[in-house]
């Protein structure tokens, strides 16, 4: 290798290492804050180091938000969410994907430009339809009324339209009934999709904001976005017990995203290529 080809690699990984710091930094720096009291987050010079506060951050965290029930919630809510609206994605994109009927792409027009509705348009009629049925401050409210995540069934069905169809009618032909087709034959080949789209409702659920902070009207039924926000005081904020529940809200994501990675990688190459 010349000196040229050398230095061009050196450079490389370093400007690699630099965008890599750049990257964790704000994870570590969330660590510290949670092992710090918050008097420290904004002390001259910086403190970098870990501290010896996090049992007490922790402690008063729960004592604020019963930060074990916040995360029960979320769990439950999000896990819930993915389940369901995975099934009802996937089944979707499978009929406008390969079943042939008057009005398909019509319907499937219709799924992309509901993408282009901001979600807080349809803020106050779910509100009015959960509170006529009087269902606020329940799971179900929290889960049901935002199952048919458009981008999911996008992503499904373009998966969905690189899977042979000549396959599908070979085994019609063996007398295979559609669901045995769809259980046994397609599914198992849409791992990566899955995988993919089960991250982006996970995350799309767990970060939920607006909608949880409308339909809970008790601290009990908070999930942690709505639950960390109680904790910006006007007068005081306890910095300390912030990047706490920061670091209790970012622990399930790496570790969902981490399980699922290599599919992830693998179905967004497949939805973008195929």
Known sequence: MSERMMGRTIGRYVLLAIFMVISIFPFYWMLIGATNHSSK?????????PGKEFI??????????????VLFNSLLVSGAYVLLALAISTAAAYVLA????????????????????PSQATVIPLFKLMSNFELLNTYFA???????????IFLMRQNFMAFPSELLESARLDGAGEYRIFFQIVLPSMKPALAATSIFLFMTQWNNF???????????????????????????TDYGQVMTGITFATIP???????????FISGMLGSALK
């Not at 929290?142 to 999911?152: D, H, K, M, R």
Request: charged content about 10%.
């Open 41 to 49: 987050m904004f002390s001259k010079p910086i403190t970098l180091l």
């Open 56 to 69: 007490t951050n922790l402690v008063n965290l729960n004592d604020n938000i019963g930060i074990y029930r």
């Open 142 to 152: 929290l889960i049901v009324p935002q199952l048919c995540y458009p981008f999911a």
């Open 98 to 117: 390969k079943f042939q009927f008057r009005g398909a792409n019509l319907i499937f027009l219709l799924f992309m430009l509901s993408m282009m509705i």
């Open 253 to 263: 994501i790496i570790i969902f995203f981490l399980m699922l990675q290599k599919h």
């Open 210 to 236: 607006m909608w949880p902070l409308v339909v809970t009207t008790s601290s009990e039924m908070y999930t942690f976005p709505v639950a960390l926000s109680s904790l910006m005081g006007v007068s005081f």
